[in-house]
C-alpha cells in the first residue's frame, strides 16, 4: 500500500526558480522523510520532520508537516539543473517506510 | 555514496527461474530492509531483517525470501519469476531496528523478467 501522495506528478522550472512539492498521507506518523532519487537509481535522505515539529531547514531545504492536514511541503529554493530528479515522501509504518509516486522535478539552465 | 553496495547491477532472468541479489549494508548497521520499485512508481517494502532474523514483512508473496548473515550483508531471493518481478530492487541499511530513522540506500539492481 501507499501511503503518501505526492503533488504534482511533473514539475519543470528553470535554474534559480523555486521548487515546492507536496505530500499528502493518510493515517497517523511519528515523522516524515523526504528522499530524492537521481534516474531510477538509490534512494538518497534529504531530511526528516518529525511529528511534533513544523518546520525545519536544511540548506536549501524546507520542509513543512501539518499533521491536522496530514500533509507536507518540500521546498528547493534557487534550484539547480542538478536538483533533477524523483522526490519522494515516505512515512513510517511499523518497521517499513512507506513512499509515495513521487515527484518528478526537471530544472532547465 | 551511503556505503551500501549492491550487486549484480542489471539481471535478466527468464520467467519460472530464480534469482538472488546481494546486498551489502553499511559499516555499523545491523538492520536492512529491501524494496521493490516498479517503473514509474514508489519503493514497495518487502522485507526488513534485524540481526539475521525478519522482523517485518510487505505484502509480498512467500516465494520472495531473505537471509541476512553475521556480518548484516544481506540476500533476496526469489523463486517461480514473473513478468511483473521486473523492477528495480533497493536495498537499504540502518542502524537502529526500533525507531524507523533515516535508512541509507544502495544504488539497486534492475530485474528484468522474460
Known amino acids: 500500500s501507499q501511503q503518501g501522495e505526492e503533488d504534482p506528478q511533473a514539475l519543470s522550472i528553470q535554474e534559480g526558480e523555486n521548487a515546492t512539492m507536496n505530500c499528502s498521507y493518510k493515517t497517523s506518523i511519528n515523522n516524515l522523510q523526504w528522499y530524492r532519487q537521481n534516474s531510477g537509481r538509490g534512494l538518497v535522505h534529504l531530511i526528516l520532520?518529525?511529528?511534533?515539529?513544523r518546520e525545519k531547514h536544511s540548506g536549501r531545504l524546507r520542509v513543512t508537516l501539518d499533521t491536522s492536514k496530514k500533509s507536507s511541503s518540500l521546498l528547493i529554493t534557487a534550484s539547480r539543473a542538478a536538483d533533477t530528479a524523483s522526490y519522494f515522501c515516505a512515512t513510517d509504518e511499523s518497521t517499513a517506510l512507506i513512499f509515495g509516486k513521487g515527484t518528478t522535478l526537471s530544472v532547465s539552465s | 555514496e551511503t556505503g551500501v553496495t549492491q550487486s549484480p547491477t542489471h539481471l535478466i532472468k527468464t520467467r519460472g527461474q530464480q534469482v538472488t541479489l546481494r546486498c551489502s549494508s553499511q559499516?555499523?548497521?545491523?538492520?536492512v530492509s529491501w524494496y521493490q520499485q516498479a517503473l514509474g512508481q514508489g519503493p514497495q517494502f518487502i522485507f526488513q531483517?534485524?540481526?539475521?532474523?525478519?522482523?517485518g514483512r510487505g505484502n509480498f508473496p512467500p516465494r520472495f525470501s531473505g537471509l541476512q548473515f553475521p556480518n548484516y550483508s544481506s540476500e533476496l531471493n526469489v523463486n517461480a519469476l514473473e513478468l511483473d518481478d521486473s523492477a528495480l530492487y533497493l536495498c537499504a541499511s540502518r542502524n537502529d531496528r526500533g525507531a524507523t530513522y533515516e535508512q541509507y540506500f544502495g544504488p539497486g539492481t534492475r530485474l528484468t523478467v522474460t
Open positions: 531483517y534485524y540481526r539475521e532474523e525478519e522482523n
Open positions: 559499516s555499523g548497521h545491523n538492520t
Open positions: 520532520i518529525r511529528s511534533n515539529e
